[in-house]
Nanobody, 117 residues
Framework: QVQLVESGGGLVQPGGSLSVSCAASGSTFSLDTVGWYRQVPGKQRDLVARIDGYGTTTYADSLKGRFTISRDNAKNTVYLQMNSLKPEDTAVYYC???????????WGKGTLVTVSS
């Protein structure tokens, strides 16, 4: 069974930086596409960034240049480095894995990032 555990969320001031991470267990991980979505109350969950098994990255257009996704296959962990944070980046950030072996998507429970002074 695939399990994802996010960590690193919290409160940060506008213009600051924050890194969140997601540790996966029970997945083939190195073969899988992994990434991050975010959601604010009352709105849909939107893609932030993803990285596939070849290391190819995709970002939401509005976040390019400020957010960086990376992965460490030895640790089964995906990271999201967020810089120059804005209040509108406030959201619950969800980690996901699209598992190659069964074609299923698996989600973490989310970590709250609040950008406020």
């Amino acid at each position: 069974q695939v399990q994802l555990v996010e960590s690193g969320g919290g409160l940060v001031q506008p213009g600051g930086s924050l890194s969140v991470s997601c540790a996966a267990s029970g997945s083939t991980f190195s073969l899988d596409t992994v990434g991050w979505y975010r959601q604010v109350p009352g709105k849909q969950r939107d893609l932030v960034a993803r990285i596939d098994g070849y290391g190819t990255t995709t970002y939401a257009d509005s976040l390019k240049g400020r957010f960086t996704i990376s992965r460490d296959n030895a640790k089964n962990t995906v990271y999201l480095q967020m810089n120059s944070l804005k209040p509108e980046d406030t959201a619950v950030y969800y980690c996901y894995v699209h598992q190659w072996s069964d074609g299923m998507d698996y989600w973490g429970k989310g970590t709250l990032v609040t950008v406020s002074s």
